[in-house]
């Protein structure tokens, strides 16, 4: 199964490139705070859909998808974050978490689907 072809890992990449761009908007301050953050987790999503598609079994597979949901609950709660804190305009940070919430539906699908 190659992963570049799975719908589930182009849409997190997108997540995680818009996620860096959204984040230079971001005080410098924050740098190696939320910055740092909700880089590494949105990145954290992408990657573990990929390393578990170059695992052996379904079960391994399954154990990924499971740790990207996590990752994506946490890229999700810093997200929360950064909006009340006033990072950057609230209205920006819309579009983010709806593609969130969208990724998140397709993944929890994709887990139940694999578990049926």
């Known amino acids: 199964m190659n992963y570049r072809n799975q719908l589930i890992w182009q849409r997190a990449v997108q997540l995680a490139i818009n996620c860096y761009k959204f984040t230079r908007l971001f005080s410098k301050s924050e740098l190696y705070g939320l910055t740092s953050q909700i880089r590494r987790s949105s990145v954290s999503v992408a990657s573990n859909i ?3 598609c170059g695992r ?3 079960p391994e597979y399954i154990q990924f998808l499971h740790i ?3 990752s994506l609950r946490e890229l999700d709660t810093q997200l929360i974050i950064a909006e009340e ?3 950057a305009e609230k209205n920006l940070f819309t579009t983010l978490l709806n593609k969130v919430e969208e990724i998140q539906s397709i993944l929890v699908a994709s887990l139940n689907k694999l578990k049926a």
């Open 85 to 87: 804190v006033d990072l």
């Open 68 to 70: 990207a949901l996590g």
């Open 50 to 52: 990929a390393e578990g």
């Open 56 to 58: 052996r079994s379904k």
